[in-house]
Structure formats: structure tokens, C-alpha cells
């Protein structure tokens, strides 16, 4: 009886060891996913003077096709009037985070992975 | 026993490995953060030129204001206070420093551009095509385990965008 509870209680321990270490990775590779993708929006966003469809879309794509997250549970917020050269333009993508444990019995931290930045509008009007 | 014991060095090798990656991933994490604060807060101080100088056609950037942006900009997206001392919400631990700051435009370089830009304190080397500016910043790496926090050190050479 006791080995066999060891045995289980061991199990839970080697399933969360198996998995942590490349969710953990997962993780860090959606956070430069959403750093890279931020950082190439802010810039087109910039030249156009405000967070246009255009870049909003690009961002979307960008995320969706190429780094593989769920379109529906990407939010992206802005500045979507024109802002003036020398203005501050801002960006914030939201993305829920995957599971750093795979059983869900540790604290997980944050749930959402945001990103927030700001940059100046180069637009001249 | 035999069953604890191989258990006990299981949980120590993975507690190291998780140690060795959650510290490669912060030094990386860091650089890359440090990196993109820093570009968009050299454009954004590359936009403040002197528009007398532009209508006879020289570019020549308002350095105290363009100072001042760049540390707007940097502060605003690091989450820093006014001395470059990270705050709490903060991705980083350690203050950063703004090592060198150099403005090339026409009042320093009227002529000859592209060229080849060298600065050999910090090995750096970039083809400048116009007005740019130049910045270095450092700082230790934000490791949440013990070990030698290795300092990174990012350069960004930003040219002025705009109209002539």
C-alpha cells in the first residue's frame, strides 16, 4: 500500500518535471512573439500617425499565422485617431498565457500576457 | 528508499536545469526588452530637429529637447523613474545607464554621407545613409537566481525620417 502511494505521488512529480522546462520555453517564445510583433506595429503605426485597421490586421495576421495564436482571444488596443508629429501613439496587446505546470496544482501567475508601448507619431498633416 | 533517493537527485538536476533556463531567459528577455526601448526612444528624439535649420535644407537636431524625449520614451516603456532606476512593476533590477550619446547631423557632418560609422570604445560599426543618433545603454541582467548577472550592453543607430 505505501509503495504503491509513493509510487503515485513520484508520478506527479516526474509528469510536472517532464513537462515544465519546454512550457516554460513556450512561454518565453510567446512573450518575444508578442515583443516582436508590438515593436514592428508601433513603427508602421507611427508612419501612418495613428493605430490604423491596416496595422491592427497585420498584427492579427502576423500572430495568428505565424506564431500560431487563437485569433479570438487576441485584443489589441490603441490610439486610433490621427495623432500629430511629436504626439504619442500607444499600443497594448493582450494574449492569455499558456500553463507554465502542466497539472494545475502550483501557482500559474499571471493569466494574460499584456504588452504595452508607446511611440511618436511621425505623421505630418 | 530507493525510490526517494531517485526521486531527491530527479527534483535537484531539474531544479538546476530550471535555475540555468529561467536565467538564460531573463538575460535574453532583458537584451531584447533593452533593445526595442532603446529604438523607440532614439526615433522618437530623432524627430526633434531645429526647423530654422530645415528651411535652408540642413537637419540639425534640438539636442536638450531630443534628450529629453529619449528619456520620456525610455522611462514610459522600461516603467523607470526619473533616474533610470527601474520601478516595481518593472521588468528589470538594476539601473540603466546611458553610456554614449552622440548626434550626427549637418551641423557636425555637413557632407559625406552614406559613410561608414565606427566607434571603437564600443565596437560598433553601421552604415549611416543621414542625421542619426547614436546611443549606448547598459545594465546588469534582472537573473531572479544567484549567479554572475552579466552585464548587457545595446547600441541603436536611428536616422532622421521625415520631410526635407
Known amino acids: 500500500m505505501s509503495q504503491t502511494l509513493a509510487k503515485w505521488m513520484t508520478l506527479f512529480l516526474v509528469v510536472t518535471i517532464m513537462f515544465t522546462p519546454i512550457l516554460y520555453y513556450l512561454d518565453t517564445l510567446n512573450r518575444k512573439a508578442v515583443d516582436a510583433v508590438l515593436q514592428q506595429g508601433l513603427k508602421e503605426a507611427s508612419i501612418e500617425g495613428y493605430m490604423s485597421n491596416e496595422v491592427v490586421n497585420k498584427m492579427v495576421d502576423t500572430l495568428v499565422n505565424d506564431y500560431n495564436f487563437d485569433e479570438d482571444v487576441?485584443?489589441?488596443?490603441?490610439?486610433t485617431l490621427y495623432t500629430q508629429r511629436k504626439e504619442y501613439i500607444e499600443i497594448t496587446i493582450t494574449v492569455p498565457r499558456t500553463p507554465v505546470f502542466i497539472l494545475n496544482i502550483f501557482n500559474q501567475g499571471s493569466k494574460k500576457l499584456v504588452r504595452k508601448s508607446i511611440i511618436m507619431s511621425e505623421y505630418v498633416g | 528508499m530507493g525510490t526517494v533517493l531517485r526521486t531527491f537527485f530527479l527534483v535537484l538536476i531539474w531544479a538546476q536545469i530550471m535555475v540555468m533556463q529561467t536565467n538564460y531567459d531573463s538575460d535574453e528577455t532583458a537584451t531584447r526588452r533593452l533593445h526595442n526601448g532603446l529604438e523607440l526612444a532614439v526615433h522618437d528624439a530623432t524627430l526633434q530637429i531645429i526647423p530654422a535649420e530645415l528651411t535652408e535644407g540642413k537637419i540639425v537636431f534640438d539636442q536638450d529637447v531630443?534628450?529629453?524625449?529619449?528619456?520620456?520614451?525610455?522611462?514610459?516603456?522600461?516603467?523607470?523613474?526619473?533616474?533610470?532606476?527601474?520601478?516595481?512593476?518593472s521588468f528589470f533590477n538594476n539601473q540603466i545607464k546611458i553610456v554614449y550619446l552622440e548626434y550626427i547631423d549637418h551641423s557636425t557632418r555637413p557632407t559625406g554621407y552614406p559613410f561608414n560609422y565606427y566607434n571603437a570604445d564600443y565596437n560598433?560599426?553601421?552604415?549611416?545613409?543621414?542625421?542619426?543618433?547614436?546611443?549606448?545603454?547598459?545594465?546588469?541582467?534582472?537573473?531572479h537566481f544567484l549567479g554572475d548577472p552579466p552585464i548587457l550592453r545595446q547600441a541603436v543607430v536611428y536616422e532622421y525620417k521625415g520631410p526635407l
Open chain 1, 74 to 79: 487576441i485584443d489589441i488596443a490603441g490610439t
Open chain 2, 124 to 143: 560598433l560599426l553601421e552604415i549611416v545613409n543621414g542625421p542619426s543618433i547614436v546611443a549606448i545603454v547598459e545594465t546588469n541582467s534582472p537573473r
Open chain 2, 66 to 89: 531630443a534628450e529629453q524625449v529619449l528619456m520620456q520614451t525610455f522611462k514610459e516603456n522600461l516603467l523607470l523613474d526619473s533616474t533610470l532606476q527601474p520601478e516595481n512593476e
